[in-house]
């Protein structure tokens, strides 16, 4: 028998008579639906937390790290900004990186064109094999490639990092280009390779145009990962070759300053402002 015919019958009794309401069903969810939320907003600051720590640590008197800060100060902004050890291993990184990302993103471009259109045989397994390097922890890696490299020489060479962190970068690459070809039409490339362009063609005038957000987003992921890539890089630096993740790893166990709280917070700055642009761009691409 249902409610309503409970309530035709005298049946129902006066509490799940008031249940029952619409009113009554419409506020509980809305209630079930806000506690939801909150504890998923609480996990998120959790999680967050320690990023938002490191900020105000960056600004704190002291010459060493501590929570709330005494004070306020740049002080260790312009250590950072004037020390050369500092600056040199900044500028290593972001050379790397730059390189980096202009590598990953054309490979993995074209092994994930390879994956969606090609008629590869085993594809489900080298596609694996290509997102393999995000799976295997960093530091197996990280002993792999230095044994690798050794007797190469290329420990902290700038060829050694590239290749390192191009490992490391393309199965971002692959994952996010992936996605931006399954969502476009492949009619339209068809439409072009009828109207006589070539598959080169077809490609950077019709296909590129359509996924560049993807592409972008894809070259912002290859670029944090090697940026600020620590792991890997403890193995194949040397005194010659030292990337940021390495000198921060070395004043970590010589010399904690709130210098390290200064570095943190302009990557979280970085890596920041490049999603924001990322943003930006996949929100201005419908109106082009």
């Known amino acids: 028998m249902s409610i309503d015919q409970a309530q035709v ?19 509980t969810r809305g209630a079930v639906i806000l506690a939801i939320g909150a504890g998923i907003g609480c996990v998120l600051f959790f999680l967050l937390l320690p990023t938002l720590i490191v900020v105000p640590m960056s600004l704190s008197e002291t010459d060493y790290i501590e929570f709330p800060p005494r004070g306020l100060t740049l002080k260790w902004y312009s250590a950072y900004f004037n020390d050369p050890d500092w600056m040199a291993a900044t500028w290593f990184s972001l050379k790397i990186a730059l390189a980096t990302t202009a590598t990953a993103t054309v490979v993995g471009t074209m092994a994930a064109l390879s994956i969606v259109r090609g008629c590869l045989p085993f594809r489900s ?55 931006s070809l ?27 145009p359509n996924i560049v957000p993807g592409v972008a987003a894809a070259a912002v992921f290859a670029f944090l990962a090697s ?15 030292k990337s940021i993740g390495r000198k921060m790893f070395e004043d970590i166990d010589f010399n904690l300053t709130p210098v390290i709280a200064a570095v943190s917070t302009v ?13 930006l761009l996949n929100a201005r691409k419908p109106n082009a």
């Open 9 to 27: 019958h005298g049946r129902l009794p006066a509490a799940l008579d008031f249940f029952a309401s619409p009113t009554i069903r419409a506020c």
């Open 125 to 179: 397994a080298l596609q694996a094999l290509a997102l393999g390097p995000m799976i295997v922890p960093h530091i197996i890696l990280g002993v792999a490639l230095y044994l690798a490299f050794a007797p190469l020489q290329l420990t902290g060479s700038f060829f050694g990092f590239l290749v390192a962190h191009t490992v490391l970068a393309v199965p971002y690459v692959i994952i996010t280009v992936t996605a």
């Open 182 to 208: 399954q969502r476009f039409d492949p009619t339209l490339e068809l439409a072009a390779l009828n109207c006589g362009a070539n598959r080169l063609q077809a490609f950077f005038l019709v296909v590129l």
């Open 227 to 241: 940026f600020d890539e620590a792991t890997v890089a403890f193995f194949i630096s040397d005194i010659g070759g």
């Open 267 to 279: 990557l979280v700055a970085t890596s920041l402002l490049l999603m924001g642009a990322v943003h």
